[in-house]
């Protein structure tokens, strides 16, 4: 059974450019999840993603934003990149439930020069 | 208040030593806690999961639960510098919440 997918792995932006990230879930799960991760705010949540509808958000500006596909492939896209986006983008799928757990991909690095 | 805290750390044990990880939660409805371990550089991975009160113990790995406390617990015995990594602790209520991370460095 294939693993959760993110590409790209790395990627190198220039202040006030846009990106879009791709996350390819196991599949049969629904639920796609995305975090950003850096050294001093550790794991913040950004926005979670259920049979295509935006389930929950973070407290994240309105440049972040996401969606996801009818074959619950998801997209998260930052516009007007900042310095401080520099972080490790984290995808997670997961099925249905209480007792499911999460299933993390390989993270893109995203720095912004 | 975040729905999942864990002590920010960092955490430096000596080899061999304990090693406690702490969390505490703030929906009294979370039926499952878990417990990652992240290598620098890598992806979070599933070390352990708990449903009831009490202890769970794998090998070196006990994870402890309290839903009158809303706390929960990692210990690691017989620390070795392998177990150098971000520990993150995660329960699922309305969604799934994980906390920020706590580095656990294990000194030789």
């Known amino acids: 059974k294939a693993g959760v997918t993110q590409t790209p792995r790395y990627l190198i932006k220039t202040r006030g450019q846009q990106v879009t990230l791709s996350c390819s879930p196991i599949?049969?799960?629904?639920?796609v999840s995305w975090y950003q991760q850096t050294p001093g705010q550790g794991l913040q949540f950004l926005f979670e993603?259920?049979?295509?509808?935006?389930?929950n958000k973070g407290n994240f500006p309105g440049r972040f934003s996401g969606r996801q596909f009818s074959n619950s492939r998801s997209e998260m896209n930052v516009s007007t990149l900042e310095l401080g986006d520099s972080a490790l983008y984290l995808c997670?799928?997961?099925?249905?439930?209480?007792?499911?757990?999460?299933?993390f991909g390989q993270g893109t690095r995203l720095t912004v020069v | 208040q975040k729905e999942v805290e864990q002590n920010s750390g960092p955490l430096s044990v000596p080899e061999g030593a304990i090693a406690s990880l702490n969390c505490t939660y703030s929906?009294?409805?979370?039926?499952?806690f878990f417990w990652y371990r992240q290598y620098s550089g890598k992806s979070p991975e599933l070390i352990m999961f708990?449903?009831?009160?009490g202890d769970k113990e794998d090998g070196r790995f006990t994870a402890q639960l309290n839903k009158a406390s809303q706390y929960v617990s990692l210990l690691i015995r017989d620390s070795q510098p392998s177990d150098s990594a971000t520990y993150l602790c995660?329960?699922?209520?309305?969604?799934?919440?994980f906390g920020t991370g706590t580095s656990l460095t294990v000194i030789p």
């Open positions: 997670a799928s997961r099925s249905p439930g209480f007792y499911t757990e999460a299933f």
């Open positions: 599949s049969g799960h629904r639920s």
């Open positions: 993603y259920f049979s295509e509808t935006q389930r």
């Open positions: 929906d009294r409805g979370s039926q499952s």
């Open positions: 708990i449903y009831s009160n």
């Open positions: 995660a329960a699922t209520g309305n969604q799934f919440y």
